[in-house]
């Protein structure tokens, strides 16, 4: 049976989650939220009105936290709270009235409030008809979000952030291949780097819908628990030139373990492994996201305005900014120095550090992996790796 939390204390918002679902251990997602529309309302600096939709609002936290805590301090502030519209939906009708209850300090300030009741595909198609745009939107889902992908793009303003989490878990791990066709139209197989080929997944399909309208994408940050798949991104006007060559596969040889990966517009034969002629067995992701992940500047910036407005954000959200900050998500490929020490074998794993210096010593790129723990990204082949493992670590630990 669940809990009850009667009084839940979350930054500055103290609120009655209700019955419903909730989950006190997804304040990362809400912390990065609000952390981006802080971002979004200083760099606007009045010269225009915001409007934010929290789509699928639970309790109403974000919404009461983006109220709150995005402005910053009133003596600290570039612009009025009159310039902003925050609008509160959920489709769940028992919710209204704890969600009207949660947000009455809101009421208080300059801020306009706009309660909805609606299902998300409805209040989406009616935005659009009606021509209300959306500075930002997050939508918190179970499940699958991208049915909902195309008429959130079209009630995005130009310059506009989507903060989309999914469940789905299954099929963007390689667990459920038919699941993966169905939501992703895609390939996925299983990978040590699941996390972050999940994400990698979702982008893509992202891309292919943006696309479509004739909009750019800038990927701000993502990351993941293993359970949640939490995605930020900017959309442009326009596309930036090649940003179609982002998209791609990833194969990766079960019996070697060698990776390689190819975009979509230049797709030809797999480079060969380090197996004996027909012996290799590739497992084939895509198509996916083969760009930048993290946009260092972002996180640079809201780490920045966490500090000037003091918004009170959980240590665990603080570290996970400095650990993405350190990883733009490039290389693609992704390694688990547990895996290498299996295939030789050594005596224990070579530590993190370690084997990302020794890598870089050999004139490699190489960064610990920000999204998935334990793992790190280098340009280096599989045949290099079990070389510099077998050459510096046969002892084991050093």
């Given at each position: 049976?669940?809990e009850?939390?009667?009084?839940y204390q979350?930054?500055?918002?103290s609120?009655?989650p ?7 251990d997804s304040?990362?997602?809400r912390d990065?939220?609000?952390l ?7 760099e606007n600096?009045g010269?225009?009105s915001?409007r934010w ?5 639970g309790?109403?936290i ?14 600290k502030?570039e612009s009025?709270?009159?310039?902003l ?7 769940d ?11 009455q300090?809101?009421l ?5 409030l706009?309660?909805?009741?609606d ?6 198609a009616?935005s659009y ?9 997050d ?5 699958c979000p991208?049915?909902?992908l ?7 303003a130009f310059d ?5 989490s999914?469940t ?5 791990t390689g667990?459920d ?6 939501s ?18 979702q982008?893509?399909a992202?891309a ?14 993502c ?6 798949f939490?995605?930020?991104?900017r ?6 030139q090649?940003?179609e ?5 990833l194969?990766r040889c079960?019996?070697?373990?060698a990776?390689?990966?190819?975009t ?11 197996c004996?002629s027909?012996s ?8 996916l996201w083969?760009g930048p992940l993290?946009?260092?500047?972002f996180l640079?910036?809201i780490?920045?305005l966490?500090?000037?407005l ?7 959200s ?12 490039l ?5 688990s ?9 050594l005596?224990?794993?070579?530590k993190?550090r370690s084997m990302?210096?020794?890598l ?7 960064f610990?992996n920000?999204?998935?723990p334990?793992?790190?990204?280098t340009?280096a082949?599989i045949?290099?790796l ?10 084991g630990?050093?």
């Amino acid at each position: 049976m669940k809990e009850s939390i009667s009084n839940y204390q979350e930054g500055y918002a103290s609120l009655d989650p209700g019955a419903g679902f909730f989950r006190p251990d997804s304040i990362l997602a809400r912390d990065f939220s609000v952390l981006t529309a802080a971002l979004q309302f200083y760099e606007n600096k009045g010269r225009k009105s915001l409007r934010w939709l929290d789509l699928m609002s639970g309790c109403g936290i974000r919404s009461l936290r983006w109220g709150l805590e995005a402005g910053g301090p009133e003596d600290k502030r570039e612009s009025s709270l009159k310039d902003l519209e925050i609008w509160v939906n959920d489709a769940d009708i028992d919710r209204c009235k704890l969600i009207n209850t949660n947000l009455q300090p809101l009421l208080k300030k300059e801020i306009s409030l706009f309660f909805k009741n609606d299902l998300a595909e409805d209040l989406l198609a009616r935005s659009y008809l009606d021509k209300c745009f959306f500075d930002l939107v997050d939508l918190d889902c179970f499940g699958c979000p991208n049915s909902l992908l195309q008429p959130l793009m079209r009630v995005l303003a130009f310059d506009g952030i989507l903060i989309l989490s999914s469940t789905d878990g299954r099929s963007t791990t390689g667990h459920d291949d038919i699941g993966a066709i169905r939501s992703l139209s895609a390939s996925v197989r299983t990978h040590p780097a699941s996390w972050e080929i999940a994400l990698r997944l979702q982008l893509a399909a992202i891309a292919r819908q943006a696309w479509l309208l004739g909009r750019g994408l800038e990927p701000l940050t993502c990351f993941s628990d293993g359970r949640t798949f939490r995605i930020f991104v900017r959309f442009r006007r326009n596309l930036v030139q090649d940003e179609e060559t982002q998209i791609g596969f990833l194969s990766r040889c079960e019996m070697c373990g060698a990776q390689s990966s190819q975009t979509l517009i230049k797709l030809s034969e797999w480079k060969k492994c380090l197996c004996k002629s027909g012996s290799a067995r590739l497992s084939i992701s895509g198509p996916l996201w083969l760009g930048p992940l993290q946009s260092p500047n972002f996180l640079i910036v809201i780490k920045h305005l966490a500090q000037q407005l003091t918004i009170p954000i959980a240590d665990r959200s603080e570290k996970l900014i400095d650990r993405l900050q350190s990883d733009q998500g490039l290389p693609i490929f992704s390694w688990s120095t547990h895996e290498l020490a299996s295939r030789l074998p050594l005596e224990a794993p070579p530590k993190l550090r370690s084997m990302i210096r020794c890598l870089k010593q050999e004139g490699y790129q190489a960064f610990a992996n920000g999204i998935v723990p334990g793992h790190f990204r280098t340009n280096a082949s599989i045949g290099e790796l079990l070389r510099i493992c077998e050459e510096k670590f046969f002892q084991g630990f050093k």
